[in-house]
């Protein structure tokens, strides 16, 4: 018998164990076909996943998903996609599973949010009332945060920070690029989207330039001192790349102050680069939607009740995933679909009249430094007063003098986990 | 069902019981094991990571337990290490396959 069957068959008994606390539930279930309404904008790692679960959760909710996008291209593992490991093809996912598990998905762009009368506006789909709102916007970049990248510089300079044409555009740059060339990534400073992300992108890259064009050299330009899983990056680089790869911190004078697009430079305190591809990855904020409902603060991100999820600055709107400060738990995408499945059953038990419980939530991210060489970093996070912090004791990085066999086998877990998640998220 | 992630399914069979939202020990039940599914699938997906098919309660618990105190392991005991004996207790009468 398959686990499928004995978990329904389970979760059927809980149901009549419990039969007290349902039966006083039942009849309101039973008195009108929909219950509550709730809305929902992003469908990505968040927002899809807290539109399936809600729906399954209590299928009396009407949920509707605003996304602007037809199909969505997944970040995770994006950066594969330099080193010719994977297709941008196998980072597409449609909207179709998630239709088919009851939740109305409507293509297009929430351009408002009216906090006070409940309603969200879109570009042209009209209004759409709410009695509770997700806000799963992922990030935005903050435009003006880095003097002379605006939305034409991202044409010379990728950021490639939102997986899709950006993603394609920096692969065709470093394609076109002669051997011996200079690589920059620039990275930004804490907060932002996926912590480890620059530096596997960094191994990616690297990846591609020592099979095809061995002279060439890779720059980091930091604007921090230290980065995630620093140690174990950077013995993998020695390893794989030799010295292919350099590092420059912050205090080394790594931060890139301002790029001019036009002439190709890149410049820092004290040194000015006009690299053959510049990847440049700007200071982001929560996704603007944020800003129009009212939920961001002045960080330019979503403070939330690490138990709901709900903000403190609106009733009634709940935000997670990239945009929600998170304290303790990062920017990932394993992070938004764990908040997203608790976010559900929260707000499930709040339109029933019944409070939110707190919880511990876990994130892993694997990260690939080349083919069968993966490293993660896991963590367990709880409630403590407004924040959620790291339970002592727990979580941290592969250790660093593990045998290499752990470096093949967490490789070949990240890719079951990307095929696992995507397959939770959008069916 | 076959091939069906647990965390969907997870939440349609929550969804036939409701009981997640209007009775306490079933939400909390259901919000300590919600990471789980993120890496650790059902049915027949193909997949290297252990997958929770036909595990008892007692054996999730003390495999979670063992995980605590193993360091010849991926990430699992960077995991267990953030649960109480109390909630892997929860987590694994939760997940774990009822005897036939
Ligand atoms: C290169 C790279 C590598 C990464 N690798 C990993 C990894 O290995 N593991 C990991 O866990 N995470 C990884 N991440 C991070 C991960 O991609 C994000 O943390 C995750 O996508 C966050 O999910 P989210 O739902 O908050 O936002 P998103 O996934 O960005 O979803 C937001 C959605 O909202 C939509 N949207 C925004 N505003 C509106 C609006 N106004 N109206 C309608 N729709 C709107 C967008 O179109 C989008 O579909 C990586 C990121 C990058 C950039």
Same mark, same amino acid.
């Given at each position: 018998?398959?686990?499928?069957?004995?978990?329904?068959?389970?979760? /059927?008994?809980?149901?009549?164990?419990?039969?007290?606390?349902?039966?006083?539930?039942?009849?309101?279930?039973?008195?009108?076909? @929909?219950?509550?309404?709730?809305?929902?904008?992003?469908?990505?790692? %968040?927002?899809?996943?807290?539109?399936?679960?809600?729906?399954?959760?209590?299928?009396?909710?009407?949920?509707?998903?605003?996304?602007?996008?037809?199909?969505?291209?997944?970040?995770?593992?994006?950066?594969?996609?330099?080193?010719? /490991?994977?297709?941008?093809?196998?980072?597409?996912?449609?909207?179709?599973?998630?239709?088919? #598990?009851?939740?109305?998905?409507?293509?297009?762009?929430?351009?408002?949010?009216?906090?006070?009368?409940?309603?969200?506006? @879109?570009?042209?789909?009209?209004?759409?009332?709410?009695?509770?709102?997700?806000?799963?916007?992922?990030?935005?970049?903050?435009?003006?945060?880095?003097? %002379?990248?605006?939305?034409?510089?991202?044409?010379?300079?990728? &950021?490639?920070?939102?997986?899709?044409?950006?993603?394609?555009?920096?692969?065709?740059?470093?394609?076109? /690029?002669?051997? %011996?060339?200079?690589?920059?990534?620039?990275?930004?400073?804490?907060?932002?989207?996926?912590?480890?992300?620059?530096?596997?992108?960094?191994?990616?890259?690297? &990846?591609?330039? $020592?099979?095809? $064009?061995? $002279?060439?050299?890779?720059? *980091?330009?930091?604007?921090?001192?230290?980065?995630?899983?620093?140690?174990?990056?950077?013995?993998?680089?020695?390893?794989?790349?030799?010295?292919?790869?350099?590092?420059?911190?912050?205090?080394?004078?790594?931060?890139?102050?301002?790029?001019?697009?036009?002439?190709?430079?890149?410049?820092?305190?004290?040194?000015?680069?006009?690299?053959?591809?510049?990847?440049?990855?700007?200071?982001?904020?929560?996704?603007?939607?944020?800003?129009?409902?009212?939920?961001?603060?002045?960080?330019?991100?979503?403070?939330?009740?690490?138990?709901?999820?709900?903000?403190?600055?609106?009733?009634?709107?709940?935000?997670?995933?990239?945009?929600? *400060?998170?304290?303790? /738990?990062?920017? #990932?995408?394993?992070?938004?679909?764990?908040?997203?499945?608790?976010?559900?059953?929260?707000?499930?038990?709040?339109?029933?009249?019944?409070?939110?419980? !707190?919880?511990?939530?876990?994130?892993?991210?694997?990260?690939?430094? %080349?083919?069968?060489?993966? *490293?993660?970093?896991?963590?367990?996070?709880?409630?403590?007063?407004?924040?959620?912090?790291?339970?002592?004791?727990?979580?941290?990085?592969?250790?660093?003098? !593990?045998?290499?066999?752990?470096?093949?086998?967490?490789?070949?877990?990240?890719?079951?986990?990307?095929?696992?998640? @995507?397959?939770?998220?959008?069916? | 069902?076959?091939?069906?992630?647990?965390?969907?399914?997870?939440?349609?069979?929550?969804?036939?019981?409701?009981?997640?939202?209007?009775?306490?020990?079933?939400?909390?039940?259901?919000?300590?094991?919600?990471?789980?599914?993120?890496?650790?699938?059902?049915?027949?997906?193909?997949?290297?990571?252990?997958?929770?098919?036909? =595990?008892?309660? +007692?054996?999730?618990? +003390?495999?979670?337990?063992?995980?605590?105190? +193993?360091?010849?392991?991926?990430?699992?005991?960077?995991?267990?290490?953030? =649960?109480?004996?109390?909630?892997?207790?929860?987590?694994?009468? =939760?997940?774990?396959?009822?005897?036939?």
């Amino acid at each position: 018998m398959t686990r499928s069957y004995a978990l329904t068959r389970r979760r /059927m008994l809980a149901a009549s164990g419990a039969s007290a606390a349902f039966a006083a539930a039942a009849p309101a279930l039973l008195a009108s076909e @929909t219950k509550a309404r709730v809305v929902v904008v992003g469908g990505g790692f %968040g927002g899809a996943t807290f539109a399936r679960f809600l729906r399954a959760a209590d299928p009396t909710i009407e949920v509707t998903l605003i996304e602007q996008d037809r199909s969505y291209v997944a970040c995770p593992f994006s950066n594969l996609v330099f080193a010719g /490991m994977r297709e941008l093809d196998d980072q597409t996912f449609t909207y179709q599973g998630v239709e088919a #598990s009851g939740v109305r998905v409507v293509t297009d762009r929430a351009i408002d949010v009216d906090a006070a009368g409940k309603v969200v506006r @879109t570009e042209s789909s009209g209004e759409f009332a709410y009695d509770r709102l997700l806000l799963a916007p992922g990030i935005d970049l903050n435009w003006g945060a880095l003097p %002379g990248y605006d939305e034409a510089a991202t044409e010379q300079m990728p &950021h490639a920070w939102k997986a899709g044409p950006q993603t394609a555009l920096l692969k065709d740059q470093l394609e076109a /690029m002669d051997d %011996g060339g200079l690589v920059v990534i620039g990275a930004p400073d804490n907060p932002f989207r996926c912590p480890p992300g620059p530096y596997e992108r960094a191994s990616m890259i690297a &990846h591609y330039l $020592k099979v095809y $064009k061995p $002279k060439s050299k890779l720059l *980091i330009l930091d604007a921090k001192d230290k980065f995630s899983k620093q140690g174990l990056f950077q013995q993998g680089w020695d390893a794989l790349y030799g010295d292919m790869i350099e590092w420059v911190g912050l205090s080394a004078g790594g931060q890139v102050v301002s790029v001019d697009a036009k002439s190709g430079t890149v410049n820092t305190d004290f040194d000015s680069y006009t690299p053959a591809v510049a990847n440049i990855i700007p200071p982001q904020k929560a996704g603007v939607i944020a800003e129009r409902a009212g939920v961001a603060d002045a960080s330019g991100w979503c403070p939330i009740d690490p138990i709901s999820f709900e903000s403190p600055l609106q009733p009634d709107i709940h935000v997670l995933g990239d945009a929600s *400060i998170a304290n303790a /738990m990062p920017k #990932s995408a394993f992070s938004a679909n764990a908040q997203a499945k608790v976010c559900a059953i929260q707000v499930a038990r709040l339109l029933n009249g019944n409070e939110a419980l !707190a919880t511990t939530l876990a994130n892993t991210c694997y990260s690939i430094i %080349g083919p069968d060489y993966g *490293i993660s970093i896991a963590g367990v996070f709880k409630p403590d007063g407004t924040m959620l912090k790291e339970v002592v004791g727990s979580g941290g990085v592969s250790p660093i003098d !593990a045998p290499q066999q752990n470096r093949v086998l967490e490789a070949q877990y990240a890719d079951d986990w990307f095929r696992i998640i @995507t397959h939770e998220v959008f069916g | 069902m076959r091939g069906v992630v647990v965390g969907a399914l997870l939440s349609v069979s929550l969804g036939v019981s409701g009981a997640l939202a209007s009775d306490a020990s079933t939400g909390a039940a259901a919000l300590l094991s919600a990471s789980c599914s993120g890496c650790h699938t059902g049915g027949d997906v193909d997949t290297s990571i252990p997958k929770l098919d036909g =595990y008892s309660a +007692d054996q999730i618990r +003390d495999l979670l337990t063992g995980f605590q105190t +193993d360091d010849d392991v991926t990430l699992m005991n960077r995991i267990a290490r953030g =649960y109480t004996a109390e909630e892997i207790g929860i987590i694994a009468e =939760y997940l774990g396959t009822k005897a036939e």
